[in-house]
C-alpha cells in the first residue's frame, strides 16, 4: 500500500453538531431527535452534494416551520459545530508522510463552507490533493466519488486504503477494491495502519 485517503470530519476535524443544538434546545435527547428527524441524513447529503444550504434550508423550514429558527442554525453557526482537529492526526499525517506514503482526502462537504473550513484548519491544508463532494454533485458512499479521486490522481484502488468514521463508506472503498479502516481514534488507526501497510 501506498496511498492513504482519508475523510475529514471527524477524521481529521471535530464536527459536533450537538455542541450547537444541545445548547439551543436545552436538552440533549431532543436535539439529538431533531438531527435525526428533522436536519436527517438525506438532507445534509443534499447539502453536501452541491445544493444550495440557503434553498434547503427554506424547504425544510416550509415543511417543519416549528423548527424554522433551528434549522436555521446549521447554516448560520456551522463554524461552531467545528471544534478543533482530532488529537493526534497531525501527527500521524506528518509520520506517513516522513515515511513517503501519498496523503489524499475524500470528503463529504459543502463548497459554501469547505473554503473557508480550510482556511482556519492547518491540518486540512496538509492535504493538497483531495475531492470534495459539493464540487463533483455525488456523496459517499457512492462509488462514483471514489471513482473520481482515482481517475483525478491516477490511482489503482488496490495500492489504497482509505479511512472514515462511517462503516458504510468503508465498506463502499471496499467493493471498490481498497483497504478500508473504520475510524476510532489517532492512537488505534496508528496500530491498524502500522498491520495494514506492513502488507
Not at 47 to 64: M, R, V
Not at 104 to 131: C, K
Request: proline share 4%; glycine share 8%.
Amino acid at each position: 500500500m501506498k496511498n492513504v485517503i482519508f475523510d475529514f470530519g471527524n477524521v481529521l476535524v471535530q464536527w459536533c453538531p450537538d455542541r450547537v443544538y444541545g445548547e439551543y434546545f436545552g436538552d440533549e435527547a431532543r436535539a439529538w431527535w431533531f438531527f435525526r428527524h428533522v436536519i436527517d441524513l438525506d438532507w445534509r447529503q443534499r447539502i453536501d452534494a452541491g445544493e444550495s444550504q440557503d434553498k434547503c434550508i427554506a424547504e425544510l423550514q416550509a415543511k417543519h416551520p416549528e423548527y424554522a429558527e433551528a434549522i436555521a442554525l446549521y447554516r448560520d453557526r456551522w463554524r461552531e459545530m467545528l471544534v478543533g482537529e482530532v488529537p493526534g492526526m497531525r501527527e500521524l499525517i506528518e509520520e506517513l508522510k516522513i515515511q513517503r506514503y501519498e496523503i489524499y482526502g475524500l470528503t463529504n462537504w459543502s463548497m459554501e463552507t469547505f473554503p473557508e473550513a480550510r482556511e482556519h484548519f492547518g491540518i486540512l491544508q496538509m492535504i493538497d490533493r483531495y475531492v470534495v463532494s459539493g464540487a463533483e454533485g455525488l456523496v459517499k458512499p457512492d462509488p462514483r466519488l471514489f471513482q473520481v479521486l482515482l481517475d483525478r490522481y491516477g490511482l489503482k484502488a488496490e495500492e489504497c486504503i482509505f479511512i472514515d468514521d462511517n462503516p458504510d463508506n468503508v465498506d463502499a472503498a471496499r467493493q471498490m477494491g481498497m483497504e478500508g479502516i473504520v475510524f476510532q481514534g489517532a492512537e488505534d488507526l496508528k496500530e491498524k495502519l502500522r498491520i495494514k501497510i506492513k502488507h
